[in-house]
């Protein structure tokens, strides 16, 4: 079993950076693919980024490709997300999973262990 711990969020300007961190417990944390995904209020989780167990291959949503960027040190145990030119609309809820096929998947539902979140808020 994995746990997930979120840190690295809280209050930035828009069009500034924030990065989120992930750190995992247990020792194959580096064989599991991991997933960033947020939730804002009134809305559904949504798929962020994802990255494979080796970190050679990523996958992003649409309205955060080319502003985000995920990663991960597997020596570390930590995965990232590095959010540059923040939105309001950015706004939310992020949490990290993880995924024991070890690929980059954006279905919540391929994911198999969960962080607690950490709130991202962006303001105009």
């Known amino acids: 079993q994995v746990q997930l711990v979120e840190s690295g969020g809280g209050l930035v300007q828009a069009g500034g950076s924030l990065r989120l961190s992930c750190a995992a417990s247990?020792?194959?944390?580096?064989?599991?693919?991991m997933g960033w995904f947020r939730q804002a209020p009134g809305k559904e989780r949504e798929f962020v980024a994802g990255?494979?167990?080796?970190?050679?291959?990523?996958t992003y949503a649409d309205s955060v490709k080319g502003r985000f960027t995920i990663s991960r040190d597997n020596a570390k145990n930590t995965g990232y997300l590095q959010m540059n030119s923040v939105k309001p609309e950015d706004t939310a809820v992020y949490y990290c999973?993880?995924?024991?096929?070890?690929?980059?998947?954006?279905?919540?539902?391929?994911?198999?262990?969960w962080g607690q979140g950490t709130q991202v808020t962006v303001s105009s």
């Open positions: 247990g020792r194959t944390f580096s064989t599991y693919g």
């Open positions: 990255i494979s167990w080796g970190g050679t291959r990523t």
């Open positions: 999973a993880v995924d024991e096929y070890g690929g980059s998947r954006s279905s919540q539902w391929s994911y198999d262990y």
